[in-house]
């Protein structure tokens, strides 16, 4: 869910259409006054619910509290409907944000400075809110303020709104490094406790190995975002699991972070001309742990994300879906699965480009993608593999049941409408054939024949339709 805090009606009006059209639920609050309130109330059950992200404007009105009582009302019982949806952890910490916040409503203290309150009570929760914040000016102090106070991006206004749901999207892809999976290998039980009990609290899922010779086959079963290896180990140093996992090119670029509780020059280079990423000294300390290991997280999503996503749709390109689809097949063949193959072709799209120009054609690809991850992505595969074609992997669906899938894509599809620049409306429909694995093909390329097989059929047949080989 996105929480804007906004005063701006008629831009915040377009910023819940885009979001909206991105599949992100919104709740818009029109002042602080009305923030902190849904911030600091509790669910009568005591469960907590925040916001998966946050737009803050900085220059936000206050609600004005002290001069105007009747509008200090209607903001609380504003509040008290926001914190319906919106809830702190505990009362404790409810009464202590309340205290800060009331004095940060007097008239010495800047509305500015309200703001940055908010945005550091949404930073500091365990794990962050990803917030990212408005601003008019968007002087240098106020960027590095931002920035000191965890803010996830800072955008000056004018923007438009999709531009700032875009920004609004990385940054949530940015935050899910909160659910990666780390591997810690150490001999030490009580190391493998402690970072499980510090890591835990933050939504990463911790898998620990306290016996190295079992590495191997852990790694293939857990896939790690992210390695911590303790260098020394019996049987296995650290060094040397970490030289075994960058001769595999399927594990050169997962991040390594060692523990040691050396820091001699020797050490040092051993572990960074092995491969390693980082390292921290024993005995370790929390943040500077946690810190490390998102960062390292951040980035190498981030590399990984740009060599593998299609920039122009966001869906995965088709070097990343082989690998996956490759997968799919794997595990269907041992768990004898089958799995779905589809292939998806907009309809006579060169019109499109002739006729109302690239850029508008890229607006359909783009929109078509958001659509088909919004439908499946979770365990599905879904990417662009050139052009006008996407496919779509559905690992344990039968082939009617894909079908259908689908054919429910195609109906909503072809509710989307597009306005060019000279605001004329047009609407694209798509073709498509559906492989199965196994009756279908044996291989991603017998699979991949089947579908063109059975587009085609489909696009002889009128078009605008999905047709099963």
């Known amino acids: 869910m996105l929480l804007i805090v906004d005063e701006d009606e008629s831009f915040t009006d377009e910023l819940v259409v885009e979001a909206n059209r991105q599949g992100l639920r919104t709740e818009v609050v029109r002042n602080l006054s009305v923030a902190r309130e849904a911030f600091c109330s509790s669910n009568r059950n005591g469960n907590s619910l925040y916001p998966d992200v946050v737009l803050i404007d900085l220059n936000l009105n206050d609600g004005e509290r002290g001069s105007r009582e009747g509008d200090r009302q209607q903001t609380f019982e504003q509040g008290k409907k926001e914190s319906e949806k919106i809830n702190c952890p505990t009362t404790a910490s409810c009464k202590q944000?309340?205290?800060r916040w009331d004095s940060s409503e007097s008239e010495s203290i800047t509305r500015l400075e309200s703001s940055y309150q908010l945005l550091a009570d949404f930073t500091n929760l365990t794990p962050p809110v990803p917030v990212v914040v408005f601003a008019r000016h968007g002087n240098f102090t106020e960027r590095v303020q931002v920035a000191r106070l965890g803010?996830?991006?800072?955008?000056?206004?004018?923007?438009?709104?999709?531009?700032?749901i875009e920004v609004v999207l990385d940054a949530i892809r940015r935050s899910r490094t909160a659910e990666a999976k780390v591997m810690v290998v150490d001999d030490d039980p009580?190391?493998?406790a402690a970072l499980r009990l510090l890591l835990e609290p933050w939504?990463?899922?911790?898998?620990?190995l306290d016996d190295p010779r079992q590495f191997w086959e852990t790694l293939e079963v857990v896939v790690p975002d992210l390695l911590i290896l303790d260098i020394e180990m019996p049987y296995?140093?650290?060094?040397e699991l970490c030289l075994t996992v960058r001769n595999d090119p399927r594990w050169s670029g997962v991040p390594i972070l060692f523990l040691t509780a050396h820091t001699d020059a020797k050490t040092v280079h051993q572990v960074f001309a092995a491969g390693g990423d980082d390292y921290v000294t024993k005995p370790i300390v929390g943040p500077e742990l946690v810190n490390r290991i998102f960062n390292r997280l951040e980035r190498s999503q981030l590399l990984r994300s740009r060599a593998e996503t299609d920039a122009l749709t966001g869906v995965a390109n088709r070097r990343r879906s082989t690998q996956d689809l490759s997968q799919f097949l794997h595990l269907a063949d041992r768990h004898n699965q089958s799995l779905c193959f589809a292939l998806l072709d907009l309809d006579c799209f060169k019109q499109v480009n002739d006729e109302y120009g690239h850029a508008m054609g890229d607006t359909v690809l783009r929109r078509l993608g958001e659509l088909l991850l919004r439908t499946f992505g979770g365990q599905d595969v879904v990417a662009r593999w050139g052009g006008e074609e996407f496919v779509v992997g559905m690992y344990g669906m039968a082939k009617r049941d894909a079908i259908k899938s689908i054919e429910d894509v195609l109906i909503n599809w072809r509710s989307e409408e597009f306005v060019d620049t000279d605001d004329r409306k047009f609407r694209v429909s798509f073709s498509a054939g559906i492989a199965e694995y196994p009756s279908d093909g044996n291989d991603l390329q017998a699979l991949y024949r089947a579908a063109d097989e059975a587009l085609y059929r489909a696009k002889a047949a009128g078009r605008d339709r999905v047709m099963g080989v």
């Open 203 to 208: 939504g990463v899922k911790t898998l620990t």
């Open 97 to 99: 944000h309340q205290q």
């Open 190 to 192: 009580y190391m493998l």
């Open 151 to 164: 803010g996830r991006a800072f955008l000056q206004k004018p923007v438009l709104p999709a531009q700032a």
């Open 236 to 239: 296995l140093t650290g060094i």
